[in-house]
């Protein structure tokens, strides 16, 4: 890194874990790069995908509003979800990425567009520009296709863990997310849902070899709660243990790690779905350097009335998890 140049940050991930990151380090002198999966499958974004023909945009979405410097009032529309009528669960940032992708006939396009109505400031950039499916075989041979399916679990009827992720049918990376990677300083990878948010990134070709180039510091932020069906009574060595099936062995310098216990309430509700803060039995590993924070946010969120999928009520607090990143470089 040229002394004069501001560091290179990488964000792995999707989703509201991706959101939270990115919005918290935007705050900071950095490059910031959000590599983006592209395997959703439900919600407003499988709908579009299903309908339309187009790449799912949800998590796309997300990074764009998460590194805007537009007005409250144009972040807001981007992310309001429509409550009603045949529109009813979409957000409108969604429609707009669509749409934009079907005027323009590139995916890329559309987010250098609204990159610009929202003035942001960093990188959107696609794991993949190719339609594929996120697939798991369980432990008893039980193969689920697509995402939505894999997230599908709700905590009453009882799954074998994940064997293994794949890919149908394989495809290759965005070249733009490969060269982040490569010159990168710093590669958080997460927050976020293991199997549906970070490993579906793992798993396009490419990715894991540019992550072994590149001499970036690799950090990985894990989730404050286990996640049923894909994470279920997993503790933190199991998370590792999981994601280093697909990002190698030795490859971690960094672990963060949540050390406040989520209130009373938020742990009823999570109980509901057999969900529970994820242990921190790493201690005796010493191929990297575990750091242990306070990461909640103090606050419980509310679900949006049309939102159709169950979001987690707990996040990280965007300026913990940033400040305990760039202590990091």
């Known amino acids: 890194m040229n002394k004069n140049s501001k560091p290179r940050i990488v964000v792995i991930g999707g989703g509201t874990g991706s959101f939270t990151a990115l919005t918290g380090l935007k705050k900071y002198p950095v490059n910031l790069t959000a590599v983006v999966t592209m395997m959703d499958s439900g919600g407003s974004s499988g709908r579009l995908r299903d309908e339309l023909g187009v790449l799912p945009p949800g998590d796309i979405r997300q990074c764009l509003v998460a590194l805007s410097h537009s007005s409250t009032l144009m972040r807001d ?28 006939g590139s995916i890329e396009k559309a ?15 696609p794991v993949t520009f190719s339609k594929t499916d996120l697939c798991v075989e369980l432990i008893d041979g039980k193969i689920i296709e697509g995402e939505t399916h894999i997230d599908d679990a709700d905590g009453k009827k009882k799954r074998s863990r994940i064997k293994k992720a794949f890919l149908k049918p394989k495809v290759i990376s965005n070249p733009t997310a490969i060269n982040a990677i490569t010159h990168a300083d710093l590669i958080l990878i997460g927050p976020g849902d293991l199997y ?19 001499k970036a510091k690799k950090v990985y932020a894990l989730n404050l709660m286990t996640k049923y069906g894909q994470t279920t009574h997993y503790s933190a060595s199991d998370h590792v243990q999981d994601l280093e099936k697909y990002i190698g062995k030795n490859m971690l310098d960094f672990v963060l790690v949540n050390n406040k216990m989520p209130n009373k309430k938020t742990l009823e509700w999570y109980e509901k779905f057999a969900e529970e803060p994820v242990l921190n039995n790493l201690e005796k590993i010493n191929t990297f350097k575990i750091i242990s924070n306070n990461l909640i946010k103090d606050v419980i969120l509310k679900k949006n009335i049309a939102d159709q999928q169950r979001r987690s009520i707990i996040r990280h607090d965007p300026d913990k998890l940033a400040k305990a990143v760039i202590d990091l470089l």
């Open 77 to 104: 529309l981007f992310t309001y979800r429509f409550e009603d009528g045949n529109l009813k669960g979409h957000t409108f940032g969604n429609i707009f990425l669509s749409t934009l992708e079907k005027t323009t």
């Open 196 to 214: 549906t948010s970070i490993i579906p990134n793992l798993l396009v070709g490419g990715v894991t070899n540019a992550l072994k180039k590149s």
């Open 111 to 125: 987010i250098s567009e609204i990159g610009k109505i929202l003035k942001i400031e960093g990188t959107v950039a």
